[in-house]
């Protein structure tokens, strides 16, 4: 596949991502995160989460809980690192705004993430451009 194709897939997946996120869809969810290689997620305010069980189990809580933010994805940055793909954003939850990184790997040929960390971005810059970089 080539480099094009792999970004495409990668900014893709990226989307689905926050797709499930704002749909509170558990399922789409679980089937995004990786099932080989090791997972870890770094919630705003949150401890550092390690393994499949705990990140799901994160994810499940935020999801299926009565206060399930609405996330909007703004201002993508994916590059391709070998088999892995680095996408950074900023994620807009009503009045708060949070730079994200999310860290993907192949498993059988698709995009998976293995790696997801937000946090407060002090002074946002007011863009609505999705850039790729190689």
Same mark, same amino acid.
């Given at each position: 596949?080539?480099?094009?194709?792999?970004?495409?897939?990668?900014?893709?997946?990226?989307?689905?991502?926050?797709?499930?996120?704002?749909?509170?869809? #558990?399922?789409?969810?679980?089937?995004?995160?990786?099932?080989?290689?090791?997972?870890?997620? #770094?919630?705003?305010?949150?401890?550092?989460?390690?393994?499949?069980?705990?990140?799901?189990?994160?994810?499940?809580?935020?999801?299926?809980?009565?206060?399930? !933010?609405?996330?909007?994805?703004?201002?993508?940055?994916?590059?391709? #690192?070998?088999?892995?793909?680095?996408?950074?954003?900023?994620?807009?939850?009503?009045?708060?705004?949070?730079?994200?990184?999310?860290?993907?790997?192949?498993?059988?040929?698709?995009?998976?993430?293995?790696?997801?960390?937000?946090?407060?971005?002090?002074?946002?810059? !007011?863009?609505?451009?999705?850039?790729?970089?190689?």
């Amino acid at each position: 596949m080539g480099v094009d194709l792999l970004q495409d897939a990668l900014l893709r997946t990226n989307a689905a991502f926050y797709r499930a996120f704002a749909e509170r869809d #558990i399922e789409a969810m679980d089937e995004l995160w990786a099932h080989a290689a090791p997972v870890a997620c #770094i919630h705003p305010g949150w401890p550092a989460l390690h393994g499949r069980k705990d990140v799901m189990a994160s994810w499940r809580a935020i999801l299926l809980g009565a206060a399930a !933010p609405d996330v909007r994805c703004e201002e993508v940055v994916a590059s391709l #690192i070998g088999e892995a793909g680095l996408v950074t954003c900023v994620e807009r939850i009503g009045d708060d705004v949070l730079v994200a990184t999310n860290l993907f790997t192949r498993e059988q040929g698709l995009w998976q993430i293995v790696h997801h960390q937000a946090g407060p971005l002090a002074a946002p810059e !007011p863009r609505a451009t999705d850039r790729r970089l190689n």
